[in-house]
């Protein structure tokens, strides 16, 4: 397998949505990378500093009650979900795709996942048309960024 830097890149939600179609088990992380994410083995909790049992991911399977419903819509979702992660935790933190084994859940529910194996970037553009699909929606919805309380 290539170097984790040298993944090929997803650039368009249509790609996207093949890819979650072709494949089960995928999950898109938010970070500065599989190449760094991979030496760490596993992520923290962010309030305790508690190492978790694997990285914290965030599933991409259609859910079955989905239907026949827009996959490119399903992953527009999924992405816009954590958009705000970027700006949360700083410069170089992006998407990227991974297949792995589910091991637990983290504090937030979120899957950890283990033995991860990294498939793609997933590009600006890609995030910036998820964007727009989520607020064509007649009941567009915000990400699940957590005000301060």
Same mark, same amino acid.
């Given at each position: 397998?290539?170097? #984790?830097?040298?993944?090929?890149?997803?650039?368009?939600?249509?790609?996207?949505?093949? %890819?979650?179609a072709?494949?089960?088990?995928? =999950?898109?992380?938010?970070?500065?990378?599989?190449?760094?994410?991979?030496?760490?083995?596993?992520?923290?909790?962010?309030?305790?500093?508690?190492? %978790?049992?694997?990285?914290?991911?965030?599933?991409?399977?259609?859910?079955?009650?989905?239907?026949?419903? /827009?996959?490119?819509?399903?992953?527009?979702?999924?992405? =816009?979900?954590?958009?705000?992660?970027?700006?949360?935790?700083?410069?170089?933190?992006? #998407?990227?795709?991974?297949?792995?084994?589910? /091991?637990?859940?983290?504090?937030?529910?979120?899957?950890?996942v283990?033995?991860?194996?990294?498939?793609?970037?997933?590009?600006?553009e890609?995030?910036?048309?998820?964007?727009?699909?989520? /607020?064509?929606?007649?009941?567009?919805?915000?990400?699940?960024?957590?005000?301060?309380?």
């Open positions: 397998m290539s170097a #984790p830097e040298d993944l090929p890149t997803v650039s368009t939600l249509a790609e996207a949505a093949e %890819l979650v072709r494949h089960r088990g995928l =999950y898109v992380r938010w970070s500065r990378g599989p190449g760094l994410d991979l030496e760490a083995v596993s992520s923290a909790d962010e309030l305790t500093g508690v190492p %978790l049992p694997g990285l914290s991911a965030n599933p991409l399977d259609v859910a079955d009650w989905w239907g026949d419903r /827009s996959p490119e819509l399903w992953v527009a979702r999924r992405l =816009y979900d954590y958009a705000h992660l970027p700006h949360d935790k700083g410069p170089g933190v992006r #998407p990227w795709v991974l297949k792995g084994r589910e /091991s637990g859940r983290g504090p937030d529910n979120e899957p950890l283990t033995d991860v194996e990294p498939l793609c970037w997933i590009a600006d890609v995030i910036e048309t998820a964007r727009t699909e989520v /607020s064509r929606q007649e009941r567009a919805w915000g990400t699940l960024r957590r005000g301060a309380g």
